[in-house]
């Protein structure tokens, strides 16, 4: 049972507009988001993370959004570049173990 | 910059043979993941560590998997004897304080195929 979900495997963005990855939990003990990104043949590397008593977190062109009723949260990329395309994680972590939750990953592709 | 290793980088051998992978957390980090990267399933934790000390190993199958931590530079995971199914991508992660509180240093990984 997927705790966290990122419904859409992949995703095709042109260059200069927006992306929006989307990011879906259940567990309303997780209290700590993270987005990573994985190039092929590399491991995932930390992108951006929020706390849960915030809304809103950015960093240059990368955006996360929480919205905890909806256990939903989004990565907003402005605007998106071709070495933006990679596989994007969301993981999540709270609970008694504190163990990070992963999603399955969304392989966005920015074309030029 | 100071990056997570991981030797070998690839690694086919034939169902029943030992497996051995290693991992150098960056120096400083007292926490140590390992994970397997499938398809299926994603990300899946096999194994972690704070201080060396083994804090949960309950993703990975007892029977043929095995971690540890013989020092502070160096994290291990054997699979034996290794069957196809074990084919994936293992991650060894490191991370500075308390476990996902803080971002994870991830390796580039140990593509593992077994024949």
């Known amino acids: 049972d997927q705790q966290v979900k990122q419904n859409s495997p992949s995703l095709s963005v042109q260059e200069g507009r927006i992306s929006i990855l989307n990011c879906d939990y259940t567990?309303?003990?997780?209290?700590?988001f993270l987005w990573y990104k994985k190039y092929p043949a590399e491991g995932p590397t930390f992108l951006i993370s929020?706390?849960?008593i915030k809304d809103k977190n950015e960093d240059g062109r990368f955006t996360v959004f929480l919205n905890k009723s909806a256990k939903h949260l989004s990565l907003h990329i402005v605007p998106s570049q071709p070495g933006d395309s990679a596989v994007y994680f969301c993981?999540?972590?709270?609970?008694?173990?504190?163990?990070?939750?992963w999603g399955l990953g969304t392989s966005l592709a920015v074309n030029p | 910059d100071a990056r997570v290793t991981q030797t070998p980088r690839h690694k086919v051998t034939e169902m029943g043979q030992e497996v051995t992978m290693r991992c150098q957390p960056i120096?400083?980090?007292?926490?140590v993941f390992w994970y397997r990267q499938t398809m299926m399933q994603g990300l899946e934790l096999l194994a972690y560590?704070?201080?060396?000390?083994?804090?949960?190993d309950s993703g990975m199958p007892k029977d043929r998997f095995s971690a540890e931590m013989p020092d502070a530079t160096l994290a291990t995971l054997k699979i034996q004897p290794s069957e196809p199914r074990d084919s994936a991508v293992y991650f060894c992660?490191?991370?500075?304080?308390?476990?996902?509180?803080?971002?994870?240093?991830f390796g580039n990984g140990t593509r593992l195929t077994v024949t």
């Open positions: 993981a999540a972590n709270g609970g008694n173990n504190r163990k990070l939750i």
């Open positions: 567990n309303s003990m997780f209290d700590y």
């Open positions: 929020i706390s849960s």
């Open positions: 120096l400083g980090h007292n926490t």
């Open positions: 560590f704070r201080n060396r000390a083994p804090l949960d």
């Open positions: 992660a490191s991370g500075p304080g308390q476990g996902g509180l803080r971002p994870l240093h």
